[in-house]
């Protein structure tokens, strides 16, 4: 079945005007005649379903005259409301999750078209989006099942939610001052990509849902920006597990809906640098998105699903069960480009099949076998293709059965086929004894009519036409047809397995290849983030939670003698036992170098700065002002002289280097700017004040060349701190092949906490 796709076309807004207005809906000209010809029949109830809008219609913007069509599975007016929309779309889904299929929803479209309204809408009963009515839905028929089967029957409903900021993934179950930078790592899992670490909460009831849920919005990200006042900024998915408990077994099965950022022109938002960031970031992963759905409609072998979080996770053609995608438009003008992009990357997207299949069920007790065999399973078994070399034969008569054997053709190969199985040949050749003469006994003049178009069996005896029933002959063409095809069935299959072998070997290939890019394989990038997280707890304080990290990380580096020792460390000084370094408090200001990136600024000062920071405002606003002057002092080369009057102050950051991960006196702005640099990002790092694009990207190289040599020499030094090299100090910034003084100066003086 094909991905579902229909378009919603939002109204007005108060800044819009009538005369603006550019996309029409419409039915298609096939849809109207059948329509005529249905209701002439007399069969209302076809024509009504077919009442429906199901084209858009936008201006050729190169000439105004022209009009492109673009055909979908529904169209949705601006006057369509919430539930019309829900009864239409979503409602009918309902009945397939509990019957153990997946469903994934999603609203694709440009910034401000709708997607937000449309999958969470307002809060009075009559805007409430898709998400809260399926939910809805959801509740009510689990207490019909219930109640049907006295209880009998029990449904559970589990819920995770989680964000795609900025290419990485955050739980919005918990607060964002327990984010790690890296975010949640991905996993792949049976060919479903799943994220490591999700909480999953159970939730009994819609008002429960409706808590949990507007909570967890609360910690998504959204901003203003000049085309919505409130942009999402990130990917939301939403994931309604459901169990269906019965006596003897359990059908597990899974409803995501998903609220995509929108794609934005930055020549007409206005972004400032963090937009800009976020900006660049949602483009890519959706234009990731338009390539993968053009990969998979033109039948490409490699499909960019890992090129970005969102694609890996929505898995688009790649997931079981039913997919919906709700295209949101906007009506008018100044979206023209952006919808008619949109509207194709949608169009392109009905052609894409998705399997239907639903999850197996969990039985009860001992092993059954599956449900739903898997497709080898569900084969025909071996089939001997004796009759592929002499179709045109009748079966050999039993009379000469003490030759047979000898005489019988080879086998010469076997045949798969996914299609129902028929009898096998010898079964269907297996004759009522013919009570006819052989065909030799009518005659050589019978030869003449059919001649064996094969010699290599002996010439059996062939029933005459004359006696022979029209249903005979029927059969016999029929049993003809099958052996043909599967002559060609065999050929094919072999020449397909040939392509399918190489085909596997590539793909082998760069999966690895893509993993190298990617920097290390899933099981080890776990390991590496649970490091991670530990290190990131501990630098909070939280010495129970890291070391329930570093425990976890241990299977993923068995026999590491530097990180047990470290778990052992940590459980002495949580039994308070004197240890070589200081604790960590919840005051301190964490590493250096820990910072999250120039995005996650707003909203980590109390993460990372810390209880003393927030007490001593002043001392941070006289740190950073002067703290230029001080670095400077441990650069090489010219610098400008300036008046030194906060110098005790600041001595500090003179000697970055020298100090302890831990010294709480670094500035935010080197922490930051650092942090910046450390994250490799390109498209952040061009941003800096005095750095473009081919400076930030030999910024990049020069650090990754590091990361290689640091790899090789101790990958568990690498792995303990952070999963890559990283600078530490301005000083060693300012060693970088193309970065001097001045620039890590103009960088730093760009950068603001
Ligand atoms: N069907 C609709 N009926 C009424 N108002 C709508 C409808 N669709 C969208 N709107 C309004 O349009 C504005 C933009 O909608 P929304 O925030 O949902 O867009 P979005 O596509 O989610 O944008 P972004 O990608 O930036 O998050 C909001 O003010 C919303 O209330």
Do not use: W
Request: charged share 30%; net charge positive.
């Amino acid at each position: 079945m094909s991905v579902r796709v229909v378009a919603r076309v939002r109204p007005l807004l108060k800044s819009e005007r009538e005369l603006d207005v550019i996309v029409r809906t419409g039915t298609s000209a096939t849809t109207t005649e059948a329509k005529l010809r249905e209701t002439e029949n007399g069969d209302r109830k076809l024509a009504a379903l077919r009442d429906r809008d199901n084209v858009v219609r936008i201006p050729n913007p190169k000439n105004e005259g022209e009009e492109y069509t673009f055909n979908f599975n529904a169209v949705y007016d601006s006057d369509v409301v919430q539930q019309e929309l829900f009864d239409a779309e979503v409602a009918p889904t309902i009945k397939h999750l509990f019957n153990g299929f997946d469903v994934t929803l999603f609203a694709y479209g440009v910034t401000g078209t709708g997607k937000t309204h449309t999958m969470r809408g307002g809060k009075s009963l009559a805007d409430r989006g898709v998400i809260p009515r399926l939910l809805s839905g959801i509740y009510r028929r689990s207490r019909k099942i219930e109640k049907d089967t006295n209880g009998e029957t029990t449904v559970k409903v589990l819920l995770s939610y989680y964000e795609i900021y900025n290419d990485k993934v955050y739980d919005l179950f918990e607060p964002p001052e327990k984010r790690t930078l890296a975010g949640l790592p991905l996993r792949d899992n049976g060919g479903k990509t799943v994220v490591c670490g999700l909480t999953e909460k159970p939730c009994t009831n819609l008002k429960e849902f409706e808590g949990l849920y507007d909570q967890a919005n609360n910690n998504r990200s959204t901003s203003a920006t000049k085309l919505n006042a409130h942009s999402s900024r990130s990917h939301a998915i939403l994931g309604v597990k459901i169990a269906i408990t019965s006596s003897d077994k359990t059908i597990v099965s899974k409803a995501s809906a998903i609220d995509l950022a929108g794609s934005e022109d930055n020549r007409r938002t206005e972004n400032d640098k963090e937009r800009m960031v976020e900006s660049a970031s949602i483009n890519k992963s959706l234009f990731v998105l338009a390539q993968c759905v053009e990969a998979i409609t033109k039948k490409q072998h490699r499909i960019p699903y890992r090129e970005s979080k969102m694609t890996r996770i929505l898995s688009l053609g790649q997931n079981n069960g039913l997919t919906v995608m709700i295209l949101n438009l906007a009506p008018v003008r100044s979206y023209h480009l952006d919808t008619i992009s949109s509207l194709s990357v949608a169009n392109r997207t009905r052609k894409i099949e998705v399997r239907e299949i639903e999850n197996d069920p969990i039985f009860k007790g001992p092993a059954r076998p599956s449900m739903r065999p898997s497709l080898a399973a569900s084969r025909q078994p071996l089939r001997p293709l004796t009759a592929t070399v002499n179709v045109n034969m009748p079966a050999p008569v039993a009379k000469d059965s003490a030759k047979k054997d000898e005489e019988k053709p080879l086998k010469a190969f076997s045949v798969f086929s996914d299609r129902p199985q028929h009898k096998p040949l010898t079964q269907i050749r297996k004759p009522e004894p013919l009570k006819r003469t052989s065909f030799y006994a009518d005659g050589p003049t019978m030869r003449s009519i059919k001649p064996p178009r094969q010699t290599l069996a002996p010439i059996p005896s062939e029933p005459s036409f004359c006696d022979l029933s029209a249903a005979k002959i029927e059969e016999m063409v029929e049993k003809k047809v099958e052996e043909m095809l599967a002559v060609r069935a065999v050929s094919e299959q072999s020449r397909h397995n040939q392509v399918q072998e190489l085909n596997d070997q590539l793909q082998r290939r760069l999966a690895q290849l893509e993993q190298r890019i990617e920097g290390t394989e899933d099981a080890r990038a776990e390991g590496l983030s649970y490091l991670l997280m530990a290190k990131q707890h501990q630098a909070r304080g939280e010495n129970s939670s890291a070391l329930k990290m570093y425990q976890l990380a241990l299977p993923h580096f068995p026999h590491n003698e530097k990180l047990v020792s470290k778990i052992a460390a940590l459980k002495e000084r949580m039994q308070g036992k004197p240890s070589a370094r200081p604790s960590v408090t919840a005051a301190s200001p964490p590493p250096k170098g820990r910072f999250g990136s120039m995005l996650s600024l707003k909203k980590e000062p109390t993460l990372t700065l810390g209880k003393r920071q927030a007490e001593d405002e002043s001392y941070m606003d006289q740190t950073v002002d002067a703290i230029s002057d001080d670095e400077s002092s441990f650069m090489d080369g010219p610098r400008p002289k300036k008046k030194r009057n906060t110098e005790s102050l600041h001595q500090n950051d003179l000697d970055l280097d020298a100090l302890d991960d831990f010294d709480p006196t670094v500035s935010p702005k080197t922490i930051h700017l650092l942090s910046i640099i450390n994250s490799r990002d390109v498209s952040q790092i061009q941003l800096l004040k005095g750095v473009g694009m081919k400076k930030a990207e030999a910024i990049v190289d020069c650090l990754c060349e590091m990361d290689q040599s640091s790899v090789s020499t101790d990958d568990m030094e690498m792995v303990s701190d952070q999963p890559q090299f990283q600078l530490s100090s301005l000083a060693e910034l300012s060693t970088l092949k193309g970065v001097g003084v001045r620039t890590v100066e103009s960088m730093r003086s760009g950068v603001f906490v």
